[in-house]
């Protein structure tokens, strides 16, 4: 069995009794890893997860809540296996006390968005997992400080209706297995189960309604009684929600957090909402616009214990978008940064995609302390190697970094990952270190450029399809001909720009001070225009996606230079030669479509297909 | 339960033996239908399906073969209830032995390219089916002369590979309930059928395999005497073929031919030929060249059991297609034409799409004497009315028509199909037999411009996507830039013109003389080029969008004006206010990517989206 970045660690005892509580298993795990070596636990509850641990001579003390204790424990395991110095004397509690991974698994067995196999928990509409995995799973997420789990997809499918009613006994039992790790489950739920329970409405205001939710709650937490909470996508991709019954968000998401308040449970409700009938010829609608318009009026109207989940960008985990501007502007409400490990367009678990430096780059915009908690959608699967890519674990890892502290700096989390990892020599280790740290602007180069995003096959979102979402449904619009490309989002144009701070109006609104790498984000532009450097933005194009392909061949290479031991060198050559050729296919496809439109010549006189 | 065209005609009795001859189901058609008639049936099985029939006064003569009898009643009995005159002496013969319906039915259920729900045969990968509507099905086929029906689909999926072998019984007893119609089954069957049986190889010249396959063929004659034979689709599309063995499609085909022959059995060998894995950057490579140059060197070596079937044009079933020129170069070849009934790029049984008009024009250019044999992909399902759209139906009545005799008149056709299907007024049959025939035009108006075909979503081949199929591996590309659109596949281009007979050469090599709604078939064309009437090409693309939009939205009005009856009336309607969309997305969609690459805009100020 893969121990990923735990490889070094003892393996776990399959007769974990279910009942270890998380300062137990920090025993243990020290215990287990080091006989020889004397550990002075305290336990003080208060403490949550917060630990303080002192290198004490031979005696390593560490003092926690429970779940501290277990992160203090783990901390101190993965410096040593990684052997890396630890401080005599370290404090730490993560910035925010939920750091969740959602999955999108539905009980039929498939993973919606999943490239890493079947689903871990599900399969035939059943529960259907291995214990020691799921142990296994546990112990992963709770060695990076990762402490929920959201079981099941946002789009509730049945019978995951069922997870909040006939299968709770089940779930009850997956519960159990986390909890020695800190980690507690949360339910995807469908605002419209008290139809299927038999109820004419699910209105929020309707009395029935709030009462059929509030013994819901009841029955969940009497099998549950740590349960994280819901999480919900209401009015939103065709599922039902408050605009049903013509209800504001507010009203829908309290309705839930009121009946989960007396078991301190808290109610995630996902800000992704937009028009996705949008008529493509209608250019007074702009989708990046739609989640601001429909919250920032709701600021202040939530329940305590609701927490508004925002995904990093307005639109939906592209490359590379502005940050959203919803997560800079509502001060009264709880909000939850939502992430996307899945690589749904960034590579699909074939390419190789490390996520991390982007996040980095998100948190320049986005103070810290805008947030309660952080998500991430997961990239995990029933493959042998839980990921695919076996370097995709890497962007799980310093996601549990980066939502114990988002100060985390990038080469410090990929540099222990690998240590953790792969038995590798120093040159090799900054190799691995070094591309992995340009596999994001790699990937970027020879894709939709500059911002535009969406140029992506539809449906599958692997390999380049540049119109395939032109003429459709859901407001992902290039709109380029032969002179320009790209939607002014400006004050002039849309007005998108409007819903952020004035700082960042002044950065984005003029195409000049624009930054290269969003431009076409903010900007409609003709093929002539100067970029920062002086090259024109189809030249610009141009060089990108021919560098961007001669980059993912060196990737390729180097990469499968590096001393993988077995299987990960097949997986990882395997993807590797998959990457170059999908680099190539886009390479020629977006520079042959913008030449077609532009009759513009590379000035470098390279092959663009007719 | 619907009786389509044989609406007048008395339900056929549920207890219709299968041993019932189709001479005997003559007789009982026609005294049933008129019990206080005289008639006079000679039986004379050298006739075959030829008849004579004479109205002798009170007395109605038919001479004719086994079948011959039953088309002759047939004939005379929808002239009857058409209420249109007979002549007082008719001999009729059909055109080709063979008149066949192809279906693409899985054995799982499913249809490919099916338009009116599931099969009619298949569900669970089992035989399901009603025998009632097999009995009507074959009655229907029976009526306008129709006399194979292959079965199951040309991708022949597991378990339908045991359709020779342990399905056996089941065929057989599916083939007794068409035998009274004079309908015989045909199989599709699987080149690799002998390494499903274990053998190690499927090489048509091993003596093993050879051995094998004669000895399938006994075993298939041995439960179905009248089978009239095989259909093969190979080395296309994923298929295994003879390629694989370094054979050629002669001795592939030659391999089953001969093991048929003792049975009288024909092989059908589909000519559905070409590079499917085609890169897009090669220019070299022009698809519509493939049949001609897989098969024209293989003139006059297959056995004389073999047809080979080549689809009416050299793609695949678009709108507009020249005729295929395998089909006019074929000298020492017994030849099947294939059409498709399925309306796969053509509206789909939503939009109102009829098709003889398109095969008269086809066989102007094919004489009529090149083929031995003509086929037609089935256009039936399970939906109650097995059409999907209760007009389609018109279709595979005047296919019959077609294979009976290619000099039917279009509109004679579906002046009686009209007459035998609704109780019209003259003004409404007339109003709609002159909708049904304009309908192809219309349908051709609003879709890919002027011979180009392909701009259509891929994968379901419904509504519009101008760059869908560009960039992939299919052969299909319009190469559309700023300047012109369209591949020359003159002499000077491809070559591909010079595939045909010298008539048609001259007739397409000049892009002056070469009718204008094929053009963008044979030429590259800039937007500007001059049309006969002297319209710029981008114009007429501009005219015919919107005229074919507008003329969408009349239909459909005609349509829901006319008195049919229910629910017909209902179902007609549905589809035609789907038809009316899609024509303006049609519409919209083609004319925004040509005005965004030509950036001319409309002659007449018309709305063009940017």
Known sequence: MYLHWLKNFPVLPSDTPVDLSPSELA???????????????????????????????????????????????????????????LPNHLESSPRYPLRMIDCWDNMDGSVERGYAGRSLFFEGNLFSYDPARIRHLGRLLASVGLNVLCINNVNV???????????????????????????RLMISVDFSMPLRAG?????????AVQAWWEAAAGRVYSEIPDLAGFLVKADSEG??????????????????????????????????????RQDWRDSSVDRPMAAFETYQPLDGQFEKNVILQIKNGPFDFQVREPVSPLLLSLKHTSLALELQLAQEYTGQQIDLYTMVPMWQELFRDLPADRLSAIAAVSNLGRDENLFGHPLAAANLFSFGLLAWNPQVRPEMALESWIRLTYTFREVDRQI????????????????????????????????????????????TYHRADRNAVGIDRTAAGTGYITQ???????????????????????????????????????????????????????????????????????????????????????????????????????????????
């Open 432 to 475: 691995l270190k070094n591309w992995m740290m340009s596999s994001r602007r790699i990937y970027e180069k020879y894709t939709a450029p500059l911002g535009l995003g969406w140029m992506i096959t539809p449906h599958t979102h692997y390999g380049p399809n540049p119109s395939g979402y032109e003429y459709d449904l859901w407001g």
């Open 157 to 183: 499918h049945e019978p995951a209706q069922g997870l909040i009613a006939e299968s709770l006994p089940a779930l009850s039992a997956l519960a159990d297995l986390f909890r020695p790790f800190g980690v």
């Open 27 to 85: 025993r243990q795990e020290l215990e287990m890893a080091f006989p020889e070596k004397d550990f002075a636990l305290t336990l003080s509850p208060a403490l949550g997860d917060t630990f303080v641990l002192d290198l004490l001579g031979a005696t390593v003390a560490i003092t926690g809540g429970e779940t501290g204790l277990l992160y203090g424990a783990y901390t101190y395991l993965c410096h040593m296996m990684a052997d890396e110095p």
């Open 239 to 276: 599922r039902l929600g408050p605009f049903t019954y013509g209800r504001s968000h507010a009203e829908g998401a309290n309705l839930l957090a009121r009946a989960l308040a007396p078991y301190n449970g808290v109610l995630v409700w996902r800000c992704f909402v937009y028009n996705c």
């Open 500 to 610: 952020y701070p004035q700082e960042l109006q002044v950065r984005y609104s003029d195409p000049s001070s624009c930054p290269d790498l969003l431009k076409l984000f903010f900007h409609r532009l003709p093929y002539d225009f100067r970029m920062e450097d002086g090259r024109t933005l189809i030249q610009r194009i141009y060089d990108d996606h021919f560098e961007g392909a001669e980059e993912a061949a060196e990737l390729a290479k180097a990469l499968k230079a590096l001393p993988f031991p077995a299987p990960d060198d097949q997986e990882i050559a395997l993807r590797a030669d998959r990457q170059v050729s999908n680099a190539k296919e886009w390479r020629d496809v977006i520079n042959t479509f913008f030449h077609r439109l532009s009759g513009i010549p590379d000035a470098k006189g390279r092959t663009i297909y007719p």
């Open 199 to 207: 109820l004419d409405s699910a209105d929020p205001l309707d009395p």
